[in-house]
């Protein structure tokens, strides 16, 4: 491959170091019709989640007696990539939202909805690498507007090894043209991993290092995301009753 | 026994996973322990009283609770039953038994004369416990079907302030505009006026409310904003 990713200052091509996330910035609260909602410009990847419930499970017989079901919808928009996406769930679409919902799943307290559902839509709006990780992290947001009990937050991040060097928040061209790609949840406080998935190959010194890293960046993400709770109910919080 | 300080200011701004306190406390609602650390499960105000730590949340839907008066829209109806959504993670039952005098006779009769769908009722939890749907009934002075006036949506979690202390901006609220108003715990408010504009005007000032909810001196802007509207 004669194409650099990595400049020979150490920088990348976007001229991050590579230990740095690009620039991220949650909303919250952004649809009316939904319970909770959140949305997210990180770099230039965009998404948009939408959480309604817990609500009655429709059709009934995927009602749970002891516990809520939790659906998980990834979705790119037709227009996300630049070449038109099919509009169908493709088998990357289905796997993303089985991992997003698994990666969510632990931190919600599912037995205290029995026989209910909550459904999470996340609706990707242009895509620019780590898109599993953005949604999953603004996804945890939406669950917490929408009110649903939850041990912590989720936050998300992905490694990559571009040009030999480990990178932290991989974007769509290192994602295309690296060795290798590692996604990770997990729960800051509680310092417990939800997700972690690898693409390509790495040495066991090389993935102990990604790991490191990848929880670093959660802890950055984590406090991106309690700086966008806090400012979006501060003016909540300054008197009640 | 050693006990470590709370990690919270009264009535701080919390967010799920936040550690809340450390040592011999009793977690309240909104708030989990793993054995002596207390944690948030919402995003909300911290509060801690006599040893119990609470978190008052700032979102949520309604948790259906026996005894309290809900307003629901019927949304089904079956032979003996009614559907209604109360706004809650499950679907409110009001058996005909519980709303009718006489027992319904399914071979003469169809509950929909009775309660037809989109109508809705004023009514009282009887029994809840999380594995069955919470059941209702309208047998009590006060309760049944509402048959004129304005019914508006608020939060669940507003409702303590739309009553306000001791019942003071709720009763502030009716005398100022002669209406007659009933707050639903699961936020849904009845309101019946002389006529349409008053009924807005009430409309109005709860909206007003919802938004301002966390803020001091509303009884009194209220008031305010209730006479100056008036003509």
Redesign the interface.
Known sequence: MDKKLITEDGRRLDGRRFDELRPIKFQIGVLKNA??SAYVEWGRTKILVGVF????SHPKHLAM?DR?LIRARYHMAPFSVEERKSPAPSRREIELSKVIREALEP?I?VE?????TIDIFAEVLQADGSTRCAAISTAALAL??????????VSSVAVAKVDGSLVLDVMDAEDKLGDSDMPLAM????NLVTLIQMDGLLTHEEFVKSVELAKKGCMEVYAK??EA??SH????????? | MFKIPINFGTRQLVVPGFLLAEGKYEAGPNVYNEGDKFYSTVIGLAELRNNVVTVIPLRGCYIPSVGDVVIGKVVDVITTAWMLDIRSPWLGVLFAKEHLSKPLNVMKEDARDYLDIGEMIIAKIISFDRTKNPALTTKEQGLGKIQRGTVIEVDPTRVPRIIGKKGSMISMLKKDSGCQIYVGQNGRIWISGKNREDEALVAGAIKKIEAEAHTTGLTDRIHEYLIKNRM
């Open positions: 319970d909770g419930g817990p609500r009655e007696p809520c931190a307290f205290l909805f029995p026989r209910t917490a507007d929408a009110g649903i009990p939850m041990r912590d937050l729960m800051p406080s509680k995301q309690k709770l806090d109910f501060r003016i909540a919080s300054k008197e009640e009753v």
